[in-house]
């Protein structure tokens, strides 16, 4: 168990806390790419506690600025989209991008108030079909080339998940706890096995169970005992390889996560498949009702993921960690926190955080996809043993 303090420290991500401006270092995708269109060019985003705008103005150009129009405060999802940006519906402020006021209709025509306006904005970049955000202080670093992001022998598809009504924290943890696999999705899980006990359920076929930092976070690595191993990496801070996947969990504010999971497909013969954006998948709610909390909504555990969620948020919407209890089996969660507080204070001292990456040229970061591409193979390739 952690104090009060210490789970504020780790769970809250607005702007000025310590997690919120750690994870401030990273870039974080916030919207499907095909979510901008000519007929909708505007789209709400929170992200780390912060209401914004992302929008496509008659250019082309793609902006992400704060939501309430620096005037009076409308919100720009209304704006309309021009040439140079976007105006606000109600008095025409408009701002691009960089959020640069470049007009105040209403001022007279000698005015140069506008030039004294500077509206919230943060850098956009577009990949693997999706908008990408930094809300960081300059410069931004790279997205990582992650070879499951970047691997060209193949075709990527994205899979969109629906809104997790809990702290991201809870998600991360779990990323760390391989324990869970073997009990809480034993029936997706267990490819036509029935455990000789429900409480146990798979657990005894876990030889071990073990966890290492490595350069882009931490591995954790389930050894069978028929000598089969899997390794998972959770690349910090917000981001677990699971399979041919990565969930990448996106904070929406203290209470509420987005989760983009891309995937990448690898051809048998290595043949590069991508054609244009990736396929995409909007998952359906893992609730009914989909907008309730528990215990005023009931979850469908007709997937593995519904069942995480499932975990989640019935941990509290922010877990309650001062009356925990852990155990030996949650060595790696505990891990994961001492890496938080470590990479909180390398920003509180300056310094980049773990697995920031700046050089634009980079090399392809190996998360030991090939490891797991083989075990899928010797598995069959049917079957997704999702190991989260
Ligand atoms: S509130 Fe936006 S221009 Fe007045
Ligand atoms: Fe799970």
Do not use: G, I, S, V
């Given at each position: 168990m952690i104090t009060k303090e210490e789970n504020e420290l780790l769970t809250r991500v607005g702007p000025g806390t310590p997690a919120g401006e750690l994870l401030r270092r990273y870039w974080h995708p916030v919207a499907v790419a095909g979510q901008l269109t000519e007929a909708s060019p505007t789209h709400f985003v929170r992200i780390l506690g912060e209401d914004l705008v992302l929008f496509k103005d008659k250019s082309g150009k793609v902006g992400l600025i704060a939501d309430h129009c620096s005037h009076r405060g409308a919100s720009l999802l209304y704006g309309r989209v021009e040439e140079r940006g976007i105006a606000c519906a109600y008095h025409g402020w408009l701002y691009d991008g960089q959020g640069n006021c470049l007009e105040t209709p209403a001022e007279p025509a000698d005015s140069r108030f506008h030039l004294t306006v500077k509206h919230r904005a943060y850098p956009v970049r577009r990949f693997l079909g999706m908008y990408w955000a930094y809300m960081g202080p300059m410069p931004a670093p790279e997205i990582p080339k992650y070879d499951v992001w970047v691997r060209r022998d193949g075709y990527h598809t994205l899979v969109v998940h629906p809104r997790i009504d809990c702290n991201w924290f809870q998600a991360m943890e779990n990323s760390v706890d391989p324990a869970h696999l073997q009990i809480l999705h034993q029936e997706l899980t267990g490819r036509g096995r029935t455990p000789s006990s429900t409480t146990r359920g798979f657990t005894d076929d876990i030889a071990a169970l073990d966890f290492f930092t490595f350069p882009h976070g931490i591995i954790k690595k389930r050894t069978y005992k028929n000598g089969i191993f899997d390794e998972h990496p959770l690349l910090f801070p917000t981001v677990l390889r699971v399979n041919n996947s990565t969930e990448i969990r996106v904070p929406i504010d203290d209470e509420h996560l987005m989760i983009f999971e891309p995937y990448f497909h690898h051809s048998a013969n290595g043949e590069a498949k991508d054609a244009g954006e990736p396929a995409v998948e909007v998952v359906a709610p893992?609730?009914?009702?989909?907008?309730?909390?528990h215990p005023f909504t009931r979850f469908i555990w007709d997937r593995v993921p519904a069942q995480d969620t499932c975990a989640w948020e019935t941990q509290g919407v922010v877990a309650d960690r001062e009356h925990e209890r852990l155990a030996t089996s949650d060595r790696g969660i505990v891990l994961l926190r001492e890496l938080m507080v470590q990479q909180i204070a390398r920003v509180q001292a300056g310094l980049d955080p773990l697995g920031l990456e700046r050089d634009p040229d980079h090399a392809m970061i190996d998360t030991r996809l090939d490891q797991t591409l083989e075990l899928m193979r010797q598995r069959g390739a049917a079957v997704q043993v999702r190991a989260m």
């Open positions: 893992y609730k009914e009702p989909a907008d309730a909390l």
